[in-house]
């Protein structure tokens, strides 16, 4: 690939046509490899993307799971406080 400061040092004092014509190959070469790797950027960009995507999706399956595990360990633990309020209200209560 040619760099664009040896292009520019190239022209500085040129008066063969042959020349101009093949700067301007080698910048058409240049702007072409760069849309080859804008493309393949893109490509990688949008695999990454889905990647993300899928762990994310992944990541919240287990999560609403662990939710759900943390709510019912909940529900239990305030069930068993109830419970144990009652018996202790049922043993200071008079009969």
């Known amino acids: 690939?040619?760099?664009?400061?040896d292009i520019v040092a190239r022209l500085k004092n040129v008066n063969d046509r042959s020349l101009?014509?093949?700067v301007v190959r080698d910048c058409?070469?240049?702007a072409h490899t760069i849309e080859e790797l804008r493309a393949e950027l893109d490509s990688k960009s949008e695999e990454l993307r889905s990647e993300l995507a899928s762990?994310?999706?992944g990541l919240h399956v287990e999560?609403?799971?662990k939710s759900a595990a943390?709510?019912?360990i909940m529900d239990i633990i305030h069930n068993e406080n109830r419970a144990t309020q009652e018996r202790a209200k049922a043993h200071t209560?008079?009969?």
């Open 93 to 95: 209560e008079p009969k």
């Open 1 to 5: 690939m040619v760099v664009v400061t």
């Open 28 to 30: 058409m070469d240049a």
């Open 20 to 22: 101009i014509m093949q």
């Open 70 to 72: 943390l709510k019912n």
């Open 63 to 65: 999560l609403n799971g």
């Open 55 to 57: 762990e994310i999706e």
